[in-house]
């Protein structure tokens, strides 16, 4: 059964604290993106790779960063220098400039 | 940089009405594609458009590239129930390969 998972559905941390948000594919998808979507609003780019051990900057990287050391796995770390964590993940992988693959997200709560 | 901007940001019809969602970007786009999110759920690709003046259908849904390859619109004919969600326009300009994806339109449905 192919797609993205992405883990946990729903995450609580306290301020301060690192947290890594887990994404998997085996659509076998060269490119894979994070984005970041507050209530009510569009989705921002946070960290792209477009191949393994390679990643760049989106529109909003800063308290964020990334790896990328095998094709399927893309996770992404919330730093505490990121101010406003507080948000919904949604990570999406695709081949090339066609359509994204999202996977169902992950809801970070930072109190 | 790019920004793409949708109007209406949101849109409350009767069932049987129809609904269209114009998007509009400040710099020429190599195609644009559109996504739909149902409430609680994570984008869901719907179509992608190259050509410029490009007019696409699938079932109740017209989309539309413009002649200038900066706007787009999609129309739903007789909305039904089943079409609640937001929808996003997402572009590519010629040189980035990453998607900018438009702010949205939330779209409601009533009997």
């Known amino acids: 059964d192919g797609g993205i998972t992405q883990s946990p559905k729903y995450l609580f941390r306290k301020e301060g604290q690192n947290v890594t948000l887990s994404c998997e594919q085996n659509?076998?998808?060269?490119?894979m993106y994070w984005y970041r979507q507050d209530p009510g609003q569009g989705l921002r780019l946070i960290y792209y790779?477009?191949?393994?051990?390679?990643?760049q900057k989106g529109d909003i990287a800063e308290g964020y960063s990334v790896s990328r050391e095998k094709k399927e796995s893309f996770p992404l770390t919330v730093t505490s220098a990121q101010k406003n964590p507080t948000a919904f993940y949604l990570c999406a992988s695709s081949i090339n400039a066609y359509e994204q693959y999202f996977g169902p997200g992950t809801r970070l709560t930072v109190t | 940089g790019q920004q793409v901007m949708q109007i209406p940001q949101y849109q409350h019809v009767q069932e049987g009405e129809d609904f269209t969602t114009y998007c509009n970007s400040s710099?020429?786009?190599?195609?644009i594609q559109w996504y739909k999110q149902r409430p609680g759920g994570h984008p869901v690709f719907l179509i992608q458009l190259v050509k410029s003046g490009e007019v696409k259908k699938q079932k109740r849904l017209t989309f539309q590239f413009g002649e200038a390859k900066k706007n787009s619109s999609l129309h739903i004919t007789a909305t039904q129930t089943t079409d609640v969600g937001t929808y996003f326009c997402?572009?590519?300009?010629?040189?980035?390969?990453?998607?900018?994806f438009g702010t949205g339109t939330r779209l409601q449905v009533t009997l």
């Open positions: 790779s477009q191949i393994v051990n390679d990643f």
């Open positions: 710099t020429t786009l190599s195609n």
């Open positions: 997402a572009g590519f300009t010629g040189t980035a390969s990453k998607l900018t």
């Open positions: 659509l076998n998808h060269d490119a």
